[in-house]
């Protein structure tokens, strides 16, 4: 299992690679395995519920701009507990030990307003594992991210806005200029 972390982590530091499309735009595609906060091999993904994010489970972030701001946010994940309905959203800070460290979601207009967490508003990734653990989704905006602003994606217990926090991946996300 310390052999697959190690790997984990090295694919994420290998993987996190931002570029131009070309025409002005950015794409990124990061992936880590995760791991317990204070695990011997630190991970860009930390579980804090092994039994719905086991420890080696994998997740994968790509996110594709185009010069214009608008943008995709795929998510593809591994290792989860089959049949499960995860709550997945782009939260504002990196992941932490705590697992209120990630802020909260990530919103294109800020507000505490209930009305103002939805789908539209923010980056939700929600998803149902299948029979072997893995899941995917995809989440399409006309708008980016502002910088600095958007750094993780969290995995909560529950689809939609509510659920307790199981799981954290930092994400190296790019913003609208």
């Known amino acids: 299992m310390v052999a697959g972390i190690c790997a984990g982590a090295l694919a994420a530091v290998v993987l996190a690679v931002g570029s131009g499309d070309g025409a002005g735009g950015y794409s990124m595609r990061t992936d880590a395995r995760f791991a317990p906060p204070g695990a011997f091999v630190r991970s860009a993904a930390l579980t804090y519920d092994t039994e719905l994010v086991p420890a ?7 996110q594709r701009m185009t010069t214009g701001g608008a943008t995709s946010v795929r998510l593809r994940v591994t290792g989860m507990r089959a049949g499960h309905r995860y ?8 992941c932490g030990a705590d697992p209120d460290a990630a802020g909260g979601h990530y919103q294109h207009e800020a507000s505490s307003a209930a009305h103002h967490v939805t789908a539209e508003n923010e980056v939700w990734l929600d998803f149902t594992a299948d029979g072997r653990g893995a899941g995917e989704a995809r989440a399409r905006h006309s708008w980016g991210f502002r910088q600095g602003e958007a750094s993780s994606v969290v995995l ?4 939609g806005s509510k659920g307790g926090r199981v799981g954290c991946f930092t994400v190296p996300f790019g913003w609208a200029a």
Do not use: L, S, T, Y
Request: hydrophobic share 35%.
């Open 156 to 159: 909560h217990e529950k689809p």
């Open 87 to 94: 709550g997945v959203h782009v939260h504002e800070k990196p």
């Open 56 to 62: 080696a489970a994998w997740i994968e972030v790509e």
